[in-house]
């Protein structure tokens, strides 16, 4: 079985501006995925690990913490407009013919949620092999809201009404359908994904990893503080 980790970093934020390697508790975020990236190569055979990124002050922190990368990201999928998908298939192709390897899996760490650890990654990957027809699998948390219960959205006539709708009313968020969030923690994928021409993330055949702990990403400055709090506090209901 042979793996590609990919590391996708693009510069320029602007909800946290250069939060890739803002630093958090003591090192750079993107050192937290790098670290977890080795830590798989050690718990798992034939494992690679490439760097996407369009930015040179990415890739130059990104060597200081042990990941030199061959591969920039070209100006085309470097704006805020191209899917992510397209970022990982890129970078794969360019990853199996400088090794002259075709992938059985690709694992995406996202450097934005690193609130993950190894035991996550092996339990996933036992899910994905387990079932051979899923093409994909991505972790999620246990939903805070649920559109059958608390959320709402504007109808045709300007009022507003439940989000998702049933024959029969839920009138507790217990009875209501069981939904999740996406962390966008980490994502695995066949690379029959890849070869299906799968443009999002969500098909019909994905599979979820629950996370059995707190997990979420730094899309505000807000959430940078929440987890800096919790990291140099030693509050996560985890090890990393």
Do not use: W
Not at 81 to 97: C, H, M, N, Q, Y
Not at 165 to 179: C, H
Request: some cysteine.
């Amino acid at each position: 079985m042979n793996i590609l980790i990919t590391i996708c970093a693009r510069g320029g934020s602007k909800g946290i501006p250069g939060k890739n390697i803002k630093e958090l508790n003591g090192k750079p975020l993107i050192a937290y995925t790098i670290d977890l990236a080795k830590q798989i190569q050690n718990f798992i055979p034939n494992v690679d690990i490439a760097l996407s990124t369009d930015s040179d002050e990415i890739m130059s922190v990104a060597e200081r913490y042990g990941l030199p990368s061959k591969y920039k990201r070209p100006d085309n999928l470097a704006d805020d407009f191209v899917g992510k998908i397209a970022v990982i298939a890129d970078v794969l192709r360019f990853s199996e013919k400088e090794k002259s390897v075709i992938y059985d899996y690709v694992l995406d760490l996202d450097v934005t949620s690193p609130l993950r650890n190894i035991d996550d990654i092996l339990k996933a990957f036992e899910l994905i092999r387990n079932d051979p027809e899923a093409m994909n699998i991505f972790s999620v948390s246990e939903a805070a809201r649920n559109p059958y219960f608390n959320m709402v959205e504007q109808q045709a006539n300007g009022y507003f009404s439940q989000v998702k709708k049933k024959e029969t009313a839920f009138f507790t968020r217990q009875s209501s359908p069981k939904v999740y969030d996406i962390n966008g923690s980490f994502y695995i994928y066949r690379h029959a994904f890849f070869e299906k021409g799968y443009q999002e993330a969500i098909t019909d055949k994905t599979m979820i990893y629950i996370m059995p702990h707190i997990c979420f990403d730094l899309d505000h400055p807000i959430d940078y503080d929440k987890m800096s709090y919790l990291m140099e506090n030693n509050k996560l209901d985890f090890s990393l």
